[in-house]
């Protein structure tokens, strides 16, 4: 009777141990979205995004209300940089978690 009691708890703790995880999204997956403004929060029309990681580039502009998107995104370790023509270009280092 015990060894079927220690069995069974056995059995409920590894089935409760896996359906607590919850997988990763596949790298392919990920996207990040963020959003241009000056100083005065002002959003920033038109403005190209470029994402640089080890394994990716890629460039996109934002929209009307200062909204970027990247979809498909593979790196986690990844960096931005935006210009725009009357802009200076600046950049910040972002990481992903």
Same mark, same amino acid.
């Given at each position: ?47 190209t ?16 209300? @200062?909204?970027?998107f ?6 986690? @370790? ?17 990481k992903i978690l």
């Amino acid at each position: 009777m015990v060894r079927k009691f220690s069995i069974l708890l056995v059995l409920i703790i590894l089935t409760a141990k896996l359906f607590a995880q919850n997988p990763a999204l596949p790298l392919s997956r990920r996207q990040v979205s963020g959003i241009v403004t000056d100083s005065a929060k002002q959003a920033i029309t038109g403005a190209t995004v470029t994402l640089i990681s080890k394994t990716d580039t890629l460039k996109t502009s934002t929209n009307e209300k @200062g909204l970027f998107f990247f979809m498909n995104v593979k790196s986690l @370790g990844i960096y931005f940089v935006c210009e725009q023509s009357w802009l200076q270009e600046f950049c910040k280092n972002r990481k992903i978690l």
